[in-house]
C-alpha cells in the first residue's frame, strides 16, 4: 500500500519561480526522503530528513518534515528547465523494515523555459 | 564507474511465458530491491534482499520470484502467473548502514510490454 499522498499530482511554472510539492504520511518514520525522476529513468535520491529534524537544505532544495501532521514538503528554489521531472517522497518506518521504503505517487512539475 | 545496471531496456514477452529481468550492482551493497512502476504512479515493492541466499516479499510478490546468489546480481523473474506484468521494472540497493538511512540508488529499469 502506498503510504505517501503527495500533493499536487502536477505543477506547472515558469523558469525562475518557486516550485513546492506537499507529502503526507499516515505511519511513524525513521527519516523521509525525495527522489526524482526523468521520464522513463531510474530515481535520483535528491535529501534525507530524519524524523529528528524539522528543515534541511541542498543547494536549491529545501524540504521540511512536521511529525505531528506526518507531512513534508520539498521546495526548489529558482527553478529551471532541466528540473522537469517527477519528484517522490519516500517514507522509511525504521524498527524491523529495515531497507524498505514505501513511495508516494509522485508530483509531476514542468518548469516552462 | 559504479552503479546498478538493468538489461535489457525494453522487453516482449508473450502471453504465457516465464521472462527474467536482470539487475547487477557494483556498489558493494548488501541489500537490493524490484520495484513495478504503472503510467502514472508510483512504486510498488515487490520482492527486497538484504543479505545474500536471502529475500523477503514486497507488497506485491504474486506472479514473481527472486534469487540472490550473489551480492552483486538479483534477477526478477515474472511468470506467467502474473496477470498483469506490463510497466516499467525498477532495481534498486541500498548500504546496510548503522545510520539506517537507507538511501536507495536506483538501476535505469526495463519496460515490459506483454503482447
Not at chain 2, 527486497?48 to 541466499?53: A, E, K, P, R, W
Request: aromatic share 10%; proline share 3%; glycine share 8%.
Amino acid at each position: 500500500s502506498q503510504q505517501g499522498e503527495e500533493d499536487p499530482q502536477a505543477l506547472s511554472i515558469q523558469e525562475g519561480e518557486n516550485a513546492t510539492m506537499n507529502c503526507s504520511y499516515k505511519t511513524s518514520i525513521n527519516n523521509l526522503q525525495w527522489y526524482r525522476q526523468n521520464s522513463g529513468r531510474g530515481l535520483v535520491h535528491l535529501i534525507l530528513i530524519r524524523s529528528n529534524e524539522r528543515e534541511k537544505h541542498s543547494g536549491r532544495l529545501r524540504v521540511t518534515l512536521d511529525t505531528s501532521k506526518k507531512s513534508s514538503s520539498l521546495l526548489i528554489t529558482a527553478s529551471r528547465a532541466a528540473d522537469t521531472a517527477s519528484y517522490f517522497c519516500a517514507t522509511h518506518a525504521g524498527g524491523t523494515s529495515y531497507g524498505k521504503l514505501t513511495f508516494g505517487q509522485g508530483t509531476i512539475l514542468t518548469v516552462h523555459p | 564507474d559504479g552503479g546498478i545496471t538493468q538489461s535489457p531496456k525494453y522487453l516482449f514477452r508473450k502471453e504465457g511465458q516465464n521472462v527474467t529481468l536482470s539487475c547487477e550492482q557494483n556498489l558493494n551493497h548488501d541489500a537490493m530491491y524490484w520495484y513495478r512502476q504503472d503510467p502514472g504512479q508510483g512504486l510498488r515493492l515487490i520482492y527486497y534482499s538484504q543479505i545474500v541466499n536471502d529475500f523477503q516479499k514486497g507488497d506485491i510478490a504474486e506472479g514473481y520470484s527472486v534469487s540472490r546468489e550473489k551480492k552483486e546480481s538479483f534477477p526478477l523473474t515474472v511468470t506467467s502467473a502474473q496477470k498483469n506484468p506490463t510497466a516499467f521494472y525498477l532495481c534498486a540497493s541500498s548500504e546496510r548502514d548503522r545510520g539506517r538511512t537507507d538511501t536507495q540508488y536506483f538501476g535505469p529499469g526495463t519496460r515490459l510490454t506483454v503482447l
